[in-house]
């Protein structure tokens, strides 16, 4: 007597589109996010060195080489942004 398998098969590829839109999402947010946090510091307080760090931060967003954090880290810095407000 043949025992016969039936393996279930499982398509990925709509999960794969999910991540990959979240990690888009988060892309934009983290840009988003610098620009607040360059908007909330005072004019007096904005040097030029201060100017040259978060529009170098803000290319290597932009190019993804900077490194990722997480969707926990970001909702907890989007919240205290908007507890400061």
């Known amino acids: 007597m043949k ?13 794969l589109k999910r991540i990959e839109h979240m990690e888009k999402e988060l892309k934009e947010l983290k840009i988003e996010l610098l620009r607040l946090q360059a908007e909330q510091l005072p004019s007096e307080e904005v040097d ?14 932009q190019e993804g080489k900077a490194k990722v954090v997480s969707a926990e880290e970001a909702k907890k810095r989007l919240l205290t942004l908007l507890e400061e407000v």
């Open 3 to 15: 025992v016969l398998r039936v393996q279930k098969i499982v398509n990925i590829n709509p999960l």
């Open 48 to 61: 030029e060195a201060t100017l040259r760090e978060l529009e170098k931060r803000f290319e290597e967003y």
